[in-house]
């Protein structure tokens, strides 16, 4: 069984900056890729931004810029989004997804709200 936690959603104003987290833990035996996607009312969920197990990122163009995906150094099952620059349009469920050996897991999702 794995376990996909997020947090550090909340609401903020445009313009500003929200951290999320993402830890992973389980019966986790080899994690290839680890991202974030989103998914607002009324729309598809959407990738923003992966990173693998040697460090390449991916980052939607909407994001690009005002985004940052990171791994936690001390534990590999960890990843960071720092998203800058916050705009209304930012505002979805978002989620975390870890793929491993072909298998993908979704965690429970973090409301991301930017209004002023």
């Known amino acids: 069984q794995v376990q996909v936690v997020e947090s550090g959603g909340g609401l903020v104003q445009p313009g500003g900056s929200l951290r999320l987290s993402c830890a992973a833990s389980?019966?986790?035996?080899?994690?290839?890729?680890m991202g974030w996607y989103r998914q607002a009312p009324g729309k598809q969920r959407e990738l923003v931004a992966t990173?693998?197990?040697?460090?390449?990122?991916?980052y939607a163009d909407s994001v690009k810029g005002r985004g940052t995906i990171s791994r936690d150094n001390a534990n590999k099952n960890t990843v960071y989004l720092q998203m800058n620059s916050l705009k209304p349009e930012d505002t979805a469920v978002y989620y975390c997804?870890?793929?491993?050996?072909?298998?993908?897991?979704w965690g429970q999702g973090t409301q991301v709200t930017v209004s002023s």
């Open positions: 997804n870890v793929k491993t050996r072909g298998l993908s897991y």
């Open positions: 389980g019966s986790i035996s080899r994690i290839n890729t």
């Open positions: 990173i693998t197990n040697n460090g390449i990122t991916n």
